[in-house]
């Protein structure tokens, strides 16, 4: 009447019931996340008496994943979210038990579940979202439960894991034993992953021969820290420095402002490893064509002139006859340190990882893969968000933040799944 134009209410009553049935099929269709679970679950073996099970495992890791993203992944926390969020899973699946679990059920199956079985489902969650870049850095490092101490671990049980620092995924973990060592187990592992192309770090621990050969045999390549514990190739690689000059080796280098009002300087120096005796590259597999390298790190405070200067040593087989090898030295140098940052300090400060109380070797093995399956999630939501919004991603304390409920985490995950299950 007024001359404006105005739907009629039976057009709006049709809207309104057309976006009911689109809400329902929503709800009624799991998501890709859902699905990438049902897939990968069967590597997840049962032991228990299937008659009486009352919690089918696929659920208690239905509801363990989205909670890892938010960090609860204690045995209280799972069994919190799972009665506070249950609606949610119930209206996606008719047979989603309709009673609360109990912590000491989630902590009873976390140790039922054989490490190895675990291993095997979380290498399959995380395989899918990794890219396959060219030059992909891989840190190898070991960190302590501080609070998982007994008597053949005083200072916390120890895990050994394989980082890629370019897609921040943890590619496996070892829980080491009480009478094992890193050594051991950084050879052993190097079989359970694929990486040819790759570039392995790692400390002077690790500069083992047995770890060498078996990286070079999995078509890999390494930049391995020299220190005293390999006391004669340590004293050969510093003469070989002691009298490099410009023109004989390829150089690097970089000046930044560090925090505390200090000015840094790295630079990195390459040498071919032939300079060495002909003993140690017959020793490291591959390093008759790889170089050695000397990465040197000053510092400078503004205020008061204090400087200081440290000089760290590497072999590598990283091809001396490559143009830009220096570059590549100087670049997996660095990108170790992206296990220490980028990993261990944000599973101690975001998840809690030294408060983890347990003795039991499945339990504190199977729980620390959620949290590093949390991580390796929510560095994927923020490299989206970056590639979105052309901008810097929020920190990982507020993504875990906002996703504390089920349907905000299962819309995280289907968001990072999505490409794997439509292909």
């Known amino acids: 009447m007024d001359g404006k134009f105005r739907y009629s209410m039976n057009y709006q009553l049709r809207q309104q019931v057309e976006q009911m049935e689109q809400d329902k099929t929503a709800r009624a269709t799991p998501s890709a996340a859902e699905s990438a679970v049902r897939t990968f679950m069967p590597e997840i073996k049962d032991e228990r008496q299937q008659f009486k099970v009352v919690y089918p495992l696929d659920y208690v890791y239905l509801v363990a994943l989205p909670a890892g993203l938010s960090g ?19 209206e996606y699946f008719p047979d989603f038990p309709r009673e609360n679990i109990s912590h000491d059920t989630v902590r009873r199956l976390l140790m039922l579940i054989d490490p190895q079985q675990f291993a095997s489902f979380y290498s399959r969650l995380v395989t899918p979202l990794l890219d396959k870049m060219a030059s992909r850095i891989v840190a190898v490092d070991g960190q302590a439960v501080r609070a998982s101490k007994n008597p053949q671990a005083a200072s916390g049980r120890y895990l050994l894991c394989f980082w890629d620092t370019e897609n921040g995924i943890a590619l496996g973990q070892k829980l080491i034993g009480p009478k094992g060592n890193e050594i051991t187990y950084a050879a052993e592992m190097v079989k359970d992953f694929d990486l040819a192309g790759c570039v392995v770090t790692a400390d002077a621990l690790n500069t083992q021969k047995e770890f060498a050969r078996e990286l070079v045999d999995a078509g ?28 004989r080796g390829k150089l690097w280098g970089s ?35 790889g170089c050695i390298v000397r990465a040197t790190t000053s510092c400078e405070n503004k205020k008061s002139g204090d400087a200081s200067q440290l000089d760290r040593f590497f072999i590598s087989t990283l091809r001396w006859d490559h143009p830009f090898v220096a570059d590549q030295a100087a670049r997996a140098v660095r990108r170790h340190w992206g296990i220490e940052n980028e990993l261990h300090c944000v599973l101690d400060v975001d998840f809690y990882q030294d408060r983890t109380q347990c003795k039991n070797a499945n339990y504190i093995n199977n729980r620390i893969l959620l949290n590093k399956f949390g991580i390796a999630v929510l560095n994927k939501l923020q490299q989206k968000e970056t590639e979105k919004t052309g901008k810097d991603a929020m920190s990982k304390r507020r993504s875990m933040h906002k996703l504390h409920a089920v349907p905000s985490a299962l819309k995280a995950l289907s968001e990072v799944y999505a490409e794997v299950i439509h292909a």
């Not at 506070?84 to 119930?90: D, H, K, M, T, V």
């Not at 490893?273 to 597999?285: F, I, K, R, Y």
Request: hydrophobic share 35%; with cysteine; proline share 4%.
């Open 72 to 90: 609860q992944t204690s045995c209280v926390q799972i069994a919190d979210y799972w009665a506070n969020n249950r609606p949610a899973p119930e």
């Open 220 to 247: 890999g390549d390494c930049c391995l820290a020299v220190k005293g514990n390999q006391k004669h190739l340590y004293l050969d690689i510093q003469m070989a420095f002691a009298d490099v000059t410009e023109t």
């Open 255 to 289: 000046k930044c402002t560090l925090a505390h009002g200090r000015i840094g300087h790295r630079s990195v120096c390459v040498l071919p490893a032939s300079v060495l005796a002909q003993d140690h590259l017959d020793d490291w597999g591959g390093l008759e064509e």
